[in-house]
């Protein structure tokens, strides 16, 4: 088994820096304060793109776009996508792993990670990035596809006392050869659709969590993270190599309005 390792300064050096990078990158989408781009995959990396994309708020502080990127509870009621999402164990102060299953658009069989998620506050720049696991409770299911999340995360970067930029970039292999209408509509529809979604539920956050554990905000303070806690070396790397692949390439589009996105969100 290949080793896990918590994300260090360097690793989310490197994730912010591909968040605000412009070179190489191809615009899919660009309208409303919302844009879309893509990055094909390198020459000796894995055969996924890269999709990133971006939306400006001007109406919510960065502060409450990442309690709302954590807040695993307050994802279940805006989230139409999940099917289920959990946190199962504690890795370290500012590291968990977890579990996602989510519905992808008809007819497409559903998906589902496992991951190791890890967060960092740095001069009102506030990151998550996460990759996939196995964990031995955790074995892929046979009613879901178990994808693969090669790097995925969020940036939240501060533009003022109620506003902020959100970024969200992601490599996540769907195991599965897509049809083409899948990897349009993902760019160009349903990221920024998924984007837009993540911005009302910011909005209506706080007079949710007002009634909802007001004070508990374990991302913030570890004291408070009741999970129990596991060893780095109960976990491995999950490459996408060892899964099943399924083709999908020849399925045709159901009028649908099942699922919003077809990638990784947790």
Not at 225 to 245: R, Y
Request: charged letters at 25%.
């Amino acid at each position: 088994m290949e080793p896990v390792q918590v994300p260090d300064a360097d690793a989310f050096r490197a994730f912010r820096a591909q968040c605000e990078a412009e070179r190489g990158w191809q615009s899919r989408y660009s309208r409303e304060g919302v844009g879309v781009w893509v990055q094909p995959p390198p020459p000796a990396g894995p055969a996924v793109h890269t999709v990133k994309c971006c939306i400006d708020i001007q109406d919510v502080p960065a502060e409450t776009v990442y309690d709302v990127l954590h807040d695993i509870e307050y994802r279940r009621k805006w989230d139409m996508n999940v099917i289920d999402t959990h946190d199962i164990a504690r890795l370290a102060t500012n590291a968990d792993v977890g579990y996602y299953s989510w519905k992808c658009p008809k007819p497409l069989k559903n998906r589902d990670v496992v991951t190791l998620r890890s967060w960092q506050v740095v001069d009102k720049s506030y990151m998550i990035i996460n990759f996939s696991v196995k964990h031995p409770q955790y074995p892929p299911r046979k009613d879901l596809v178990r994808a693969v999340s090669i790097l995925a995360g969020y940036l939240v970067q501060s533009t003022g006392p109620n506003s902020c930029t959100l970024t969200y970039l992601a490599q996540v292999d769907p195991k599965g050869k897509l049809p083409k209408w899948v990897v349009n509509k993902a760019s160009q529809y349903l990221a920024p659709r998924m984007l837009k979604k993540m911005h009302k539920a910011c909005l209506k956050y706080p007079s949710w969590k007002q009634q909802h554990n007001v004070s508990v905000k374990p991302w913030l303070y570890p004291e408070q993270n009741k999970l129990p806690s596991m060893m780095l070396s109960d976990l491995a790397l999950q490459h996408a190599a060892s899964l099943e692949n399924i083709d999908e390439s020849s399925l045709s589009e159901v009028k649908d309005e099942r699922g919003d996105h077809s990638g990784s969100e947790n």
